[in-house]
């Protein structure tokens, strides 16, 4: 009877990789966490990912909400077990020239859009927008204005036409 000696090198042959098992090129582990880019989202919001210094681009698991306004964005990665092929997502780095795009507050009866100069609601040809001055900007083909009750037009002057 022969006694095999298991090697404690990983296995990399196709059986271990659909497995998801680590390969010899997984050991070189990362120390700590890395930067990387967000590079797509996919249809069913599976988040790809570019860690730095890689041309590999990564499917990758996020512990944050991503949507495909934080494509190009910089975030910081984890290694699922020190896997360099698993990587999660920590979360986004904040630059000082990239600010918050909007705030966005909901308690299940009010949704309240913040912006720092203006806010714009748009489809079509028609939009709404608020500026910082205290502007309400009403753009459209086709506008009308309903009510059951007084509809009322109050302001320092009135033109109509």
Known sequence: ???????????????????????????????????????????????????????????????????????????VLAFDRGHVRRPIILGCLRTPDVGPRAEVTVDGETIVLTGQKEVSLRCGKSSITLTQAGKVLINGAYLLSRSTGVNRIKGGSVQIN
């Not at 497995?19 to 997984?26: F, I, Y």
């Not at 700590?32 to 590079?39: A, K, R």
């Not at 919001?45 to 991503?66: K, M, N, T």
């Open 1 to 75: 009877m022969s006694t095999q000696m298991i090697s404690p090198r990983l296995n990399d042959s196709p059986r271990s990789r659909e497995k998801g098992r680590p390969t010899p090129r997984d050991r070189a582990r990362p120390r700590g966490v890395v930067t990387g880019t967000v590079v797509r989202i996919g249809a069913k919001g599976d988040v790809f990912v570019r860690p730095l210094r890689s041309a590999r681009e990564l499917p990758a698991r996020s512990i944050v909400s991503l949507s495909s306004a934080d494509i190009g964005r910089e975030v």
